[in-house]
């Protein structure tokens, strides 16, 4: 089956998303309403293909959808579909989306063609009401090598470490540059459609930073890095709106970008995995704390609402009495 491989998101000026946001930002301030597309043009909200509810009583978004059932992880509560364009909100991909009800999956199996309903809100997102139309044939594809997860992301010999990013404000930033602070580090970009993936880890950042400024003693020596392995897309410019949707401190988070093949390194190391489809990206979840010494001390495979635990990590991460790893 050929996948539609342009996406009209791809197309789109980084300029006018970036006015898009400042005046979805305008709207959050003044009306409260937290809009979860920040970077998707207004008319995903209002031209979608709704099944359900009005939106602004359900506050529900629902899609109908086509695709075929590549795996399914039931102890995940996740299916992988490599789907169609779903008109009006994204394009053509193959990802893991979340069931509610995992007794759905049991009359699902590789191979299926199916049509289904993708349901996404302010938070979350998940799919249902699976109905099978075909089935075509799977080629079996060869599983590439697994990358081994670096024990200490910032070690002394890492050539990484000294390699100059580039932050939100077009500056030259290296992870040395946080020798002694404990940090979290997160990888993500900024098209990413779905409330409950990357803009959740971003969400995860935001409160957690919320967290730790307003508690008593808190460490001061802390930072916030998040990776865009989206770096054509993700310039400066953007990196610097989107983090101001999530009301970000430079002072203690920061949005990265750099050449592809510097990211596609980091992110190894960091045991992300990540590919292109159709303007958008399929990855994984890697959130990882390093303590104030340089030693990794805690790795959050998932999304999910982390705010609680990655500021208490942080805690504990900013008193580590052992010296930085020599350089």
């Not at 169609?84 to 049991?106: E, R």
């Not at 010999?157 to 932050?167: G, V």
Request: charged share 20%; net charge neutral.
């Amino acid at each position: 089956m050929r996948r539609e491989r342009k996406s009209a998101i791809s197309r789109r000026d980084p300029s006018r998303i970036i006015g898009v946001m400042k005046i979805m930002r305008l709207r959050e301030l003044f009306i409260g309403v937290c809009c979860f597309g920040l970077l998707i043009s207004p008319s995903v909200k209002s031209a979608g293909v709704f099944l359900s509810a009005n939106e602004s009583e359900t506050n529900v978004q629902t899609f109908a959808a086509n695709g075929v059932v590549r795996a399914i992880n039931t102890d995940a509560r996740t299916v992988l579909i490599q789907h169609g364009a779903i008109s009006n909100y994204m394009s053509a991909m193959t990802m893991p989306f979340k069931v509610k009800d995992t007794k759905a999956l049991a009359a699902l199996q590789a191979g299926d063609e199916i049509s289904f309903q993708l349901h996404v809100t302010e938070t979350e997102s998940w799919v249902d009401q699976f109905s099978k139309i075909g089935t075509v044939s799977l080629k079996e594809n060869k599983s590439p090598d697994q990358p081994v997860l670096e024990t200490q992301i910032v070690r002394a010999k890492n050539p990484l470490l000294e390699y100059k990013f580039t932050n939100e404000l077009g500056r030259a930033v290296s992870l040395s540059d946080f020798r002694g602070q404990a940090l979290a580090i997160t990888f993500f970009y900024t098209r990413c459609p779905l409330p409950d993936y990357c803009p959740r880890l971003s969400k995860n950042f935001q409160e957690a930073s919320q967290k730790l400024e307003s508690l008593p003693g808190a460490p001061a020596h802390w930072h916030f890095l998040s990776f865009s392995f989206d770096p054509e897309f993700d310039t400066p410019a953007v990196l610097k709106a989107y983090g101001e949707s999530y009301q970000y401190d430079p002072k203690h988070w920061s949005f990265l970008t750099g050449p592809p093949d510097k990211i596609a390194e980091l992110a190894r190391q960091s045991d992300v995995k990540y590919e292109s489809d159709g303007g958008l990206i399929n990855h994984n979840f890697r959130t990882l704390i390093v303590d104030a010494g340089g030693h990794l001390q805690m790795i959050f495979p998932t999304s999910g609402d982390l705010s609680d635990e990655i500021a208490a990590e942080i805690v504990k991460a900013a008193v580590v009495t052992n010296q930085p790893a020599p350089r």
